[in-house]
């Protein structure tokens, strides 16, 4: 069992920048890969960035490459993803996720999921 609590959101504006970061219970959390996912305001939830459980794996979409990284911290069982130039339509509530498969993209192939932290990015 895994559980997940984000925290880091909030309000920026425009090229701007944060940091969430995702603290995880349990102790096999070096074993999953961790993900990030975003969902808008009437849209479907999207993947954002995913590393794998021993952190030398990482895979971004395209529309956040270059701005985004995530990172783990496996003392910690913390994960972050600092976001760099935040543009608008990044607002979205971020969801941190456990899951089994390393590079997946799927919300439904992860395990275990935070409640979400808002990302507000002003115009």
């Known amino acids: 069992q895994v559980q997940l609590v984000e925290s880091g959101g909030g309000l920026v504006q425009a090229g701007g920048s944060l940091r969430l970061s995702c603290a995880a219970s349990?102790?096999?959390?070096?074993?999953?890969?961790m993900g990030w996912f975003r969902q808008a305001p009437g849209k479907e939830r999207e993947f954002v960035a995913q590393?794998?459980?021993?952190?030398?794996?990482?895979y971004y979409t395209d529309s956040v490459k270059g701005r985004f990284t995530i990172s783990r911290d496996k003392a910690k069982n913390t994960v972050y993803l600092q976001m760099n130039s935040l543009k608008p339509e990044d607002t979205a509530v971020y969801y941190c996720?456990?899951?089994?498969?390393?590079?997946?993209?799927?919300?439904?192939?992860?395990?275990?999921w935070g409640q979400g932290t808002q990302v507000t990015v002003s115009s």
């Open positions: 996720a456990a899951g089994r498969s390393t590079g997946s993209r799927r919300a439904n192939e992860y395990d275990y």
């Open positions: 349990g102790r096999s959390f070096s074993s999953y890969a």
């Open positions: 590393i794998s459980g021993s952190g030398g794996r990482t």
